[in-house]
C-alpha cells in the first residue's frame, strides 16, 4: 500500500485497441495456418467452412503425409454451437 497526498494525480483511463480472435492450427513441427478474425466480424458457418477449406489447402501444401494418416482437430476454448450453411 502507497501513501499518497490529497489532490494528487490519478491514472488516465485511455480506451483499449480493438479485440482480435486469432485462429491457429498446428501440428507438432508447427503453425499450420494462422487466421485473424477482424474487429466487428462474427463467426459464423460460412466463416468456419472458409477456415476449415484454407487449413485443408495449408496441410496439402506443408503436411501432405498428415491428408494420408487422418487428422484430428481438437477445439479448446470453444462454447459448443450448432451452425448451419445457409
Known sequence: MEWKLAGSLRWKVMSSAFKVIATVFW???????IQYLEHDHTIDADRDCATFTKVYEAIQFIHLRLL???VILLCDNAR???????
Open 68 to 70: 494420408t494418416e487422418g
Open 27 to 33: 501440428d507438432v513441427r508447427g503453425a499450420i495456418l
Open 80 to 86: 459448443p454451437y450448432t451452425a448451419c450453411q445457409t
